[in-house]
C-alpha cells in the first residue's frame, strides 16, 4: 500500500501525468540510455541533436518522450500532426519558422504526403526548403535553421526509405511490464491523492495491454467508483467491480478483443488466418485489428502469429471458452430474472 495525501484538488488530464525528465519516464531501458548518450554528445559538441524517429502502438509514451528530449535540450518544441498538413507550403511555412536547436515533432509522419515527404528530405539533410509559389513557377529555395525532427509512427515500415535513412536513431517502443505499469500508476493515483493497495494496482496493469495509456484510463475510471461511493483507497474490490461496469473482462479484454478470437476459433478453427481476413470476419477495420487488437492478444500469449498466419493458443481457446460459457450464464441469469419479474 502506498500513502499519499487525501484528495483535495483532483487533477485527472492525461498531461498532467506525463513525466518530465528521462530519469522520471519508467522503462524502456534501452531507449533512455542511447538518448542520454545522444543528448550528452549533442550537448559537449553543441551540436543539433541528430533526427529521431519513435515507432511503437498509441500510448506507449512517444508524445511523452518528445517533450522530454526538448525538456532536456533545452529547446523549444513544435508539435504538428502530420495528417493536418494539406501541402508542401504548409510545412515549409513550418520548417522556416523555426529556431535554431528547436524540435519539431511530427506525429503520425507516416500519413506525411509524398510531395511533403520530399520537402521534409531536404530540410533534414541540408536545412533548405525549395517550394514553387505557383504550379508554372521556378521553385525558390529558403534556408531553414538547424532543428531537429522527431518523428513518431505505429509502423517504421510504413515510412518511405529516404525518410527512413535521414534518422539518426530509430527507436522502437516495447510494451511496459507488470512492474512498470504499476509504478507509472501508483504514481498518477498518488498525484491525484489516492491511496492504494499493490494488489489493486497489479489488477489494473494486467489488464493494460502492455500500455501506460490504457493503465491511466483505468486507474481515472477507478478514482471515478471511489469519489462516487466518497473514498479515497483504491483496493482490490474496487477494481475487480470497476472492470466489468467498462466492459472488460479478467484479462482486460474489450469486445473488440473478443470478437477477433470468436472470429479465429469459430471461423477458421482456430488458424491458421490471415489478419486481413480475421479483421473482417470480426467487423473490425485494419487498423485497430493490427495496432490495438492484435498486440495486444499476442502480448497475453493468446495468439501466435505463424508463417503462415495467425492462430489461436491454447490459452486464448481457453479464455474463449470461458468466456462464452460466463456470458452465457449472465443471459441465463438475465432471462430468469426477467421470467422472475414479469410473473
Ligand atoms: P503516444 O504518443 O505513444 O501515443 P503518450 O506519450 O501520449 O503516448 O503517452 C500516453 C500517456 O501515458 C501519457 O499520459 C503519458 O504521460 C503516459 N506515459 C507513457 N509512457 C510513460 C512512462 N514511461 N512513464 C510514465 N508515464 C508514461
Known amino acids: 500500500m502506498t500513502t499519499a495525501a487525501p484528495p ?4 485527472v488530464n492525461e498531461r498532467n501525468f506525463r513525466p ?9 531501458r534501452q531507449l533512455k540510455q542511447t538518448m542520454q548518450l545522444m543528448l550528452y554528445s549533442a550537448k559537449t559538441r553543441k551540436a543539433t541533436l541528430e533526427h529521431v524517429a519513435f515507432f511503437g502502438g498509441p500510448g506507449l509514451g512517444k508524445t511523452t518522450l518528445a517533450a522530454i528530449i526538448a525538456h532536456e535540450a533545452n529547446s523549444r518544441l513544435h508539435e504538428i500532426a502530420a495528417p493536418s498538413i494539406g501541402r508542401p507550403g504548409d510545412l515549409a511555412s513550418a520548417l522556416t519558422m523555426l529556431q535554431p536547436n528547436d524540435i519539431l515533432f511530427l506525429d503520425e509522419i507516416h500519413a506525411l504526403k509524398r510531395d511533403s515527404a520530399e520537402t521534409l528530405y531536404s530540410a533534414m539533410e541540408d536545412f533548405k526548403v525549395s517550394i514553387k509559389l505557383s504550379k508554372d513557377s521556378d521553385p525558390i529555395t529558403m534556408k531553414v535553421h538547424p532543428f531537429t525532427l522527431i518523428g513518431s509512427t505505429t509502423d517504421f515500415g510504413l515510412l518511405p526509405g529516404p525518410m527512413r535513412a535521414r534518422f539518426g536513431h530509430s527507436f522502437h517502443l516495447q510494451p511496459y511490464t507488470l512492474d512498470e505499469l504499476v509504478q507509472i500508476i501508483e504514481r498518477a493515483a498518488e498525484k491525484m491523492g489516492f491511496f492504494t493497495e499493490e494488489e489493486a494496482l497489479q489488477a489494473i496493469a494486467r489488464r493494460s495491454r502492455g500500455t501506460p495509456r490504457v493503465a491511466l484510463r483505468l486507474l481515472r475510471r477507478c478514482v471515478d467508483v471511489a469519489i462516487s461511493s466518497d473514498e479515497d483507497f483504491i483496493d482490490t474490490e474496487l477494481v475487480e467491480a470497476t472492470m466489468p461496469i467498462l466492459g472488460l ?32 470476419n470480426a467487423g473490425l477495420d485494419m487498423s485497430t485489428a493490427k495496432n490495438i487488437v492484435e498486440p495486444a492478444l499476442l502480448l497475453m500469449g493468446l495468439v501466435a502469429r505463424t508463417p503462415r498466419g495467425r492462430r489461436v493458443t491454447r490459452a486464448g481457446h481457453k479464455h474463449h471458452q470461458t468466456f462464452a460459457q460466463s456470458a452465457a450464464s449472465v443471459n441465463w441469469n438475465r432471462i430468469e430474472a426477467a421470467d422472475q419479474a414479469a410473473n
Open 8 to 11: 483535495t484538488q483532483i487533477s
Open 20 to 28: 518530465q525528465t528521462l530519469g522520471d519516464f519508467i522503462g524502456q
Open 249 to 280: 473482462d479478467a484479462l482486460g479484454l474489450e469486445e473488440a478483443d473478443r470478437q477477433y478470437l470468436a472470429a479465429l476459433i469459430e471461423i477458421y478453427r482456430g488458424g491458421p488466418a490471415g489478419l486481413g481476413a480475421i479483421a473482417a
